[in-house]
């Protein structure tokens, strides 16, 4: 196909080229601002390997009776109401790698963005949730942490 012939074709079909136009412009919106964000979204088995290797710490923003149903092992509760930056047990975290996780990665990835603005050097979220926890066949464990 010639530059000519597609200049012709978006010519004679103007809705169907400015909607691929838009979905361009929206794509290349949607990817940069995820790589220019400050926080990363992770999959289970990199979570596995962040805990192992980093010592992340994961806050759960899950209801309590969802914690206590099955949460992620060593994970700390905070319920989302509860949720702030400068709580005590996140406060003393700002160089550490936190990772927020809720039941299916929502509120995370919204208290995920609050926390990069408030400092925090690593941060990350569990994309999918307990969910996608569960999905993989990892383990959930029950009761309080």
Request: charged share 20%; net charge positive; aromatic share 8%.
């Amino acid at each position: 196909m010639t530059l000519e012939e597609l200049l012709a074709f978006g010519s004679r079909h103007m809705f169907l080229s400015m909607g691929l136009v838009g979905l361009t412009v929206a794509l290349v919106y949607t990817e940069g601002a995820r790589l220019f964000r400050g926080y990363k979204a992770l999959r289970p088995a990199e979570l596995t390997g962040l805990i192992n290797r980093e010592n992340a710490l994961v806050v759960d923003l899950s209801a309590t009776g969802d914690f206590e149903k099955g949460h992620i092992a060593g994970s700390r509760s905070v319920s989302p109401g509860q949720f702030d930056p400068e709580n005590k047990l996140l406060a003393s975290a700002k160089s550490l790698p936190v990772v927020m996780v809720c039941r299916n990665g929502q509120a995370s990835a919204d208290a995920a963005k609050r926390l990069k603005k408030a400092g925090f050097e690593q941060v990350y979220w569990l994309d999918g949730g307990v969910q996608a926890w569960q999905q993989a066949d990892l383990p959930l464990v029950k009761g309080r942490a």
